[in-house]
């Protein structure tokens, strides 16, 4: 089974905090950068973030801060603030970042970091993939009926019941 990749963008005002993460992400085979940016505006004129799985953004920027940017935007994407005051912690975790990351980040604690987030995104993907297999939606059986032959679709089953030697199936719509 091929292990799925997380697709990052890292934005940051400071070109080596962004070199360092960029290192970080190219040194481990389940990420790959898909851009960076040096401020939240370039990321806004961007539609990038729509690939993207995962986003390292430092909250101190010139212009809207990374704490700013998170608030405001519609469709939540997983996040790790990355800044140098441990202040900004609360105020992240009370937004849903899934981990934060303190200047200067070493790389073991970026490894646990992302150990973490591809915990849970496995975990996310085995869950849809539960769902989808306990769905009745695309399932159905085929019965005879006299001369005809009927598809029944699962979910349109409210019950069974015997009756002699037949078996009658309830549906919303014809009982069988």
């Known amino acids: 089974m091929t292990k799925r990749v997380i697709n990052c ?5 400071e070109q080596h905090a ?13 990420l790959k950068c898909i851009n960076t940016f040096s401020t939240v505006s370039e990321l806004e004129q961007s539609e990038i973030i729509e690939q993207a799985d995962l986003l390292f953004i430092d909250v101190e920027m010139p212009g809207k801060t990374g704490l700013e940017y998170l608030q405001e935007i519609k469709n939540p994407i ?37 150990d973490k987030i591809y915990s ?7 869950a849809k993939k539960y769902d989808t297999a306990q769905s009745f939606d695309n399932e159905y059986i085929l019965l005879k009926s006299g001369y005809d032959k009927l598809k029944i679709w699962l979910k349109d089953i ?13 549906t919303g719509k014809k009982n069988t």
Do not use: Q
């Open 78 to 114: 997983k996040a790790v603030l990355t800044t140098a005051y441990k202040d900004y912690a609360i105020d992240g975790f009370n937004l849903n970042i899934v981990d934060f990351l303190l200047k200067p980040i070493f790389e073991e604690r970026f490894k646990l970091c992302i």
């Open 18 to 30: 962004r070199d360092l993460l960029n290192l970080y992400i190219s040194n481990d085979s389940r």
């Open 9 to 13: 963008i890292v934005v940051d005002d």
């Open 158 to 170: 409210i019950y069974i019941s015997a009756e002699d030697e037949y078996v009658r199936i309830h």
């Open 120 to 126: 849970a995104i496995e975990i996310e993907r085995k």
